[in-house]
């Protein structure tokens, strides 16, 4: 897989989701350089599966960017969004039922 | 059946397929009206099951494409060659699946059967409705010169067309892309399934088939009207033959097959009593057995668990 100049295979940039009142993901923006093992954390309820979910399209983000090898997926439904390279189900989804 | 092996398997279909072509010419009227019926109902559970069984939306809707055929034939016999008239029967069932697939299939559960219901039902109204206001009589004479062989020789093509079609279409991509929304609809997206295109297409072309099937069965009435074109108890018994039949390829054509005679016991045609003809479908039936993978058992999985347990 090709990345842009800076070597960044993902940028994520001014992300954001509210539900209703609750500003789930607010302006959030990051790099993820190719090769890298990177990992998101943070408190119960923090949005880290939100931004998953932004990310593969599950749900609709309302302003921001992401793009995975220069290509903007933000609108991208989710079944374009694993053919652009994407691995597959988040850990929402189970690959078999608990 | 794809599990006994190919080399077996082909010769003996395409032999069954060879006697079935030549029987008209020696068994009576009756059974090839018989026959007639039981190919109807082979192409339509197989096509019904094809995409329910795969994607387990329960669809009610199979009277509404079965009307929708019968009308269209029906209107168009006078004025186009019969073979067009199929052709648009087919295509009328594609466009309208098309545009309740777009509407409905976002639906899951209880919800989306429910719904393909009613809209069998508000189509029936709607024709209804549109016969006496505007036509001004409920009834309409079917005027088509065929005969009963005619009948069962395409009946025959549509069945065979059918079992073969979702034979090789199951081992597709698309195939696997319904057994995948099947079983995990929100995973099937993730992993690259376009899952809109595929439910909404399969959806419209089994609607074809039944649409197809419907309109081939009507050139025998005499007359129609919306409760005959549009008769629930369609959407009803195609169900319940894939769900006796179970989830191989051929599952439901013997559902079908095995089914028609008992199924006919509520109009009061078959003479022998009930039990009688109802017992080799009792003794094999797969309604909820989960190692053969009917859909009753893929529907609700826990179904067959409690029954062992309780058991």
Known sequence: MTVDGAGVLLRVRGLRKAFGGLVAVRDLAFDVPAGAIVGLIGPNGSGKTTVLNLITGEIAAEAGSVRLDGRELLHSPPFRVCRAGWPGPSSSCASWPA | ?311
Not at chain 2, 32 to 39: A, E, N, R
Not at chain 2, 117 to 144: D, H, S
Not at chain 2, 147 to 168: C, D, H, I, K, R
């Open chain 2, 1 to 311: 059946m794809s599990r006994g092996g190919r080399a077996g398997g082909w010769p003996r279909s395409r032999l069954a397929v060879v006697v079935l072509a030549i029987l008209p010419r020696f068994v009576s009227d009756y059974r090839i009206s018989l026959l007639i019926s039981i190919f109807a109902y082979v192409a339509m559970a197989t096509a019904w099951s094809f995409f329910s069984g795969a994607t387990r939306y329960i669809s009610l809707a199979t009277s509404a494409f079965v009307g929708i055929g019968v009308y269209a034939v029906t209107l168009s016999i006078d004025r186009v060659p019969l073979a067009l008239g199929l052709a648009l029967a087919a295509l009328a069932g594609f466009l309208v699946a098309l545009v309740v697939g777009l509407s409905t299939l976002r639906l899951r559960g209880v919800y989306f059967v429910i719904f393909t219901f009613g809209l069998a039902e508000l189509i029936k109204q709607l024709v209804t409705w549109y016969e006496v206001n505007r036509n001004k009589n409920l009834m309409r004479l079917v005027f088509a010169d065929v005969s009963n062989v005619f009948l069962y020789e395409v009946l025959l093509a549509v069945a065979v067309l059918t079992v073969a079609g979702s034979w090789l279409a199951g081992r597709t991509r698309l195939g696997f892309a319904l057994r995948a929304i099947g079983e995990d609809e929100t995973v099937a997206r993730h992993t690259g399934v376009n899952t809109t295109l595929v439910k909404v297409l399969v959806f419209a072309l089994t609607a074809s088939v039944i649409a197809l099937t419907g309109a081939v069965l009507s050139l025998r009435y005499s007359y129609i009207d919306p409760n005959i074109a549009f008769n629930s108890a369609w959407s009803f018994q195609v169900l319940i033959m894939s769900l006796l039949g179970g989830g191989t390829r051929l599952g439901p054509a013997a559902g079908g097959d095995s089914a028609r005679p008992p199924l006919r016991v509520p109009g009061g045609h078959v003479s022998p009593p009930l039990r009688h003809r109802a017992r080799p479908l009792l003794r094999g039936h797969r309604l909820l057995s989960p190692r053969r993978r009917g859909p009753l058992a893929r529907a609700c999985p826990r179904a067959g668990r409690v029954g062992r347990t309780a058991a």
